[in-house]
């Protein structure tokens, strides 16, 4: 790119960015797209080069193509990132930071509200390695000082919490974290990099599931981390150690779905928001936990660090369990199904039994909402063939 070309990129704004990534068309004869390159075996000129080939761009498949290149590119510039680095799913985007700063004898703090296989892979595969894993309440905020230890090693926040939504004082956590010479890392899938940057707070690495919004259209798996300087190159080596990479033809999806992401969003925030408003004048409904919402308790925290909400929230209904389920079966346009993200409204009965501090919303049945492009009327009439099977 022309250092003209990337003085007009830092004035441009966030959708023209998503359209007109850092690829350069004119390095390929002028593709607007970067392509599809499908390798593991790179050839070199001689066997200097071969000896060389850690100074060289790419040296082998599992290193990266032209393809993953690109997608990291733009994912850093979303983040305000030095390295970002792609994996197969949005799970193992948070198992690999986790292996890589974490040793045996290490001390882990979670925030309790995480997502649910993140608890299951702390708990299992961290614990069997020989760390020691301890759950906070997402409103700790500096309170996490009394949590440190000498061999704490990493902080792992979620925000908004998974499927109760509690928005975190990120950049008071991160800060002390830091103090203590721990390393944070943030799971930002709901928010994406357009409505939250945690890198901006004081986080070391930002981990998102890429299945989700970026993809856009629940046709692939991918994850992503992107790392501040001081820990790129621990996350990178890691991801070498492992031998895990992304596809291909999974990593053009997500750079295509990038170009409509903003877009999406929008239709996602307005729809979401429309329905959460809705749902909270409904007398079946016992709370609705949307952090856009003034009624939320913590919607100034959420107003202060986003710029915007997504579409995805929960629904707390006034009945037992096997009426929620009634209210669930009912759905026509609203999937059964887990994941999130897509073009498709989804809804599932939320579990919070493994939670061990934020327990306070296990007393009614909660249901999550994923408010896809589905014209939001229809999405209404299909919520009150639930309402009426309640």
Not at 59 to 88: H, K, M, N, W
Not at 178 to 183: I, K, L, P, T, W
Not at 271 to 294: G, I, K, M, Q, Y
Request: one cysteine or more.
């Amino acid at each position: 790119m022309s250092k003209k070309s990337e003085e007009n990129r830092q004035k441009q704004r966030q959708d023209t960015r998503l359209v007109h990534p850092p690829y350069d068309p004119m390095s390929l004869h002028g593709f607007v797209n970067p392509p599809v390159v499908h390798g593991s075996t790179v050839l070199f000129e001689s066997t200097a080069a071969m000896s060389g080939r850690q100074s060289l761009a790419y040296s082998y498949g599992l290193r990266g193509t032209p393809t993953t290149t690109a997608l990291e590119d733009q994912l850093s510039e979303l983040e305000g990132a030095f390295g970002t680095v792609l994996v197969p799913s949005g799970l193992a985007a948070v198992t690999l930071p986790l292996l890589a700063f974490v040793s045996a004898g290490d001390h882990v703090l979670i925030v309790d509200s995480v997502y649910t296989p993140t608890r299951v892979f702390c708990d299992k595969m961290l614990a069997r390695l020989g760390a020691s894993v301890e759950y906070f309440d997402p409103h700790i905020g500096a309170g996490i000082a009394d949590l440190m230890r000498p061999e704490t090693s990493v902080v792992f926040l979620e925000s908004p919490g998974s499927n109760t939504f509690e928005i975190m004082d990120v950049k008071a956590v991160a800060a002390i974290a830091r103090e203590h010479g721990a390393v944070t890392m943030l799971d930002n899938t709901w928010a994406t990099p357009l409505l939250f940057r945690p890198l901006e707070h004081g986080v070391d690495l930002s981990i998102h599931a890429l299945t989700k919004y970026p993809g856009g259209h629940s046709d692939l798996l991918m994850g992503s981390v992107s790392a501040n300087e001081a820990t790129y190159k621990r996350l990178r080596d890691a991801q070498m150690q492992l031998g895990v990479n992304a596809a291909p033809d999974d990593t053009f999806l997500v750079i295509r779905g990038l170009k409509t992401m903003g877009v999406r969003l929008r239709h996602h925030e307005r729809s979401a928001l429309a329905l959460a408003t809705w749902l909270e004048a409904r007398s079946e409904v016992s709370a609705v936990l949307h952090p856009a919402l003034p009624s939320f308790p913590d919607h100034a925290a959420f107003k202060n660090q986003f710029s915007g909400a997504s579409g995805l929230f929960a629904v707390s209904l006034d009945c037992d369990v096997a009426a929620a389920k009634r209210f669930l079966d009912a759905l026509d346009i609203f999937g059964l199904g887990y994941s999130w993200g897509g073009h498709e409204s989804l809804a599932v009965l939320v579990d919070l039994s493994d939670r061990t501090v934020a327990t306070s919303r296990r007393d009614r049945p909660l249901i999550r909402l994923q408010i896809g492009l589905e014209d939001p009327e229809d999405l209404k009439a299909d919520l009150e063939r639930g309402f009426a099977a309640i």
